[in-house]
């Protein structure tokens, strides 16, 4: 079974850098698309950035393009680099992954959650 652990949540303030890790285990990371998701007090989980599974197409929410890049190495991890932090950035971050998605696509429905981080924006 897949699992995935995410690190690098924190406390900042406005116009602070956080970078996230996960690192996946339990698969073929090469066969997964990957994404990050974020939950705000009282608000559903919402796709914040997602790349394919050869890293060759990204997805960003409107909220945070220009700020935030997402990343993933050829073994067992991606990252979201996210800049100028704000405080509507506050949420707790989790990391996904969908077996063979359509190239390009967007997906809501992950094959696999990690635990959350969580990210403070203070202003």
């Known amino acids: 079974q897949l699992q995935l652990v995410e690190s690098g949540g924190g406390f900042v303030q406005d116009g602070d850098s956080l970078r996230l890790s996960c690192v996946v285990s339990?698969?073929?990371?090469?066969?997964?698309?990957m994404g990050w998701f974020r939950q705000s007090t009282g608000k559903a989980r919402e796709i914040t950035a997602q790349?394919?599974?050869?890293?060759?197409?990204t997805y960003y929410a409107d909220s945070v393009k220009g700020r935030f890049t997402i990343s993933r190495d050829s073994t067992n991890a991606v990252y979201l680099q996210m800049n100028n932090l704000q405080p509507e950035d506050t949420g707790v971050y989790y990391c996904?992954?969908?077996?063979?998605?359509?190239?390009?696509?967007?997906?809501?429905?992950?094959?696999?959650w990690g635990q959350g981080t969580q990210v403070t924006v203070s202003s």
């Open positions: 339990g698969g073929i990371f090469s066969t997964y698309a």
């Open positions: 996904a992954a969908k077996q063979y998605p359509n190239y390009g696509s967007v997906w809501s429905s992950p094959d696999s």
């Open positions: 790349i394919s599974r050869n890293g060759g197409s």
